[in-house]
DNA sequence: AGTATCTTGCGACTGAGTCGCAGTAACAAC
DNA sequence: GTTGTTACTGCGACTCAGTCGCAAGATACT
């Protein structure tokens, strides 16, 4: 079992958008698409944190930057990213989408801290490979899944 | 791995209304709310069927019979039956909650085709024994937890 | 029966997300 | 670099699930 922390990455934040604008670049090509300024600076933006974080929120940091930016654009830069494979969209409660970015890290779970909110990640081999498993007993092709474990954390009990 | 189809009952319809129609009492009482002819209307529409089902569509399903029912009573019902443990809701997919009741039936976790939207459920001991290990290991309490998994079901392959 | 308390229905509201449109920017071809 | 095509942006209006406040009505306790 493994437990990665947040923050920890494998190289820098400037050396991960780098190579993740070419990943997107790639990826708006094959669909014709465009690479715009809007879409760099969003790109940039979400591979500057490593937390999850909502549409709005991040429409928010441009307006506190007073970088002009519209919500319907973030959104649809958000579903651009998400096709991609850089960004997975992730249900953290029922009220609204989160998002992380994905690239470079490995696929994980998350555990929900009922009482403080707090978000831990984890992956499990063993775990991904009893469901693969199951699936294959019920001859279904699995194409991504996500598992949500809410609860209270160590601290919270 | 067990894979249970939806409509096996261990009882029938009438006899699980009943029996959740007490639980839902006792559950009312403990809370000094009050159970009401819509309450009970609602408990029997829910019991009277095995499948998932959205709050609005369950609304419909009063309409179409003519029997006066309001929006705002059916989500304030449901999020009773919810905390009484009868019904569980289920994110099927991101746009709105989904209802299947619970009382009576095993624990388990859901398929969903891409392509035809066929919901297949399962349950497996070794998944759920798995995750309560990671759970210890991580010290979270888990108090519930919900695995989706998103693929192509045998037909749609 | 009387009364305190809860429930209902209504309609207005919220908030995330979407959409159509008119003007603007990217990009490929010359 | 100019041009032409196509995609993009911002705006504001819209949608849709879900929530809320309130006045009138139902429940349950004594």
Same mark, same amino acid.
Request: proline share 3%; hydrophobic share 35%; charged share 35%.
């Given at each position: 079992?493994r437990?990665r ?5 494998g190289q820098?934040?400037a050396?991960?958008v780098?190579a993740?604008?070419?990943?997107f670049?790639?990826?708006l090509?094959?669909?014709?698409? #465009?690479m715009t300024?809007? %879409? ?9 944190t ?5 549409a709005?929120?991040?429409?928010? %940091?441009?307006? &506190?930057?007073?970088i ?10 958000l579903?651009?990213l998400?096709?991609?494979g ?6 953290l409660?029922?009220?609204r989408?989160?998002?992380?970015h994905?690239y470079g ?7 929900? !801290? ?8 984890f992956s ?5 490979? %009893?469901? &693969?498993?199951?699936?294959?007993d019920?001859k279904? %092709?699995?194409?991504r ?7 209270? !954390?160590? #601290?919270?009990?």
């Open positions: 079992m437990h922390a947040r923050g920890t990455p820098g934040a050396g991960r780098a993740g604008e070419e990943v670049r790639r990826y090509a094959s669909q014709k698409l #465009k300024g809007e %879409r760099r600076r969003i790109l940039a933006e979400v591979f500057s490593t937390e999850h974080f909502g709005d929120e991040l429409h928010l %940091r441009f307006v &506190d930057k007073r002009p930016m519209s919500r319907a654009t973030i959104y649809r830069a579903d651009h998400v096709k991609s850089l960004v997975r969209r992730v249900y409660d029922q009220k989408a989160f998002f992380e994905v890290r490995k696929h994980h779970e998350h555990m929900i !801290c009922l009482s403080c909110g707090k978000v831990i990640e499990d081999d063993p775990l991904e490979q %009893r469901q &693969d498993k199951v699936c294959r019920l279904f %092709r699995p194409l899944h996500s598992l949500r474990i809410v609860g209270l !954390c160590q #601290k919270c009990q």
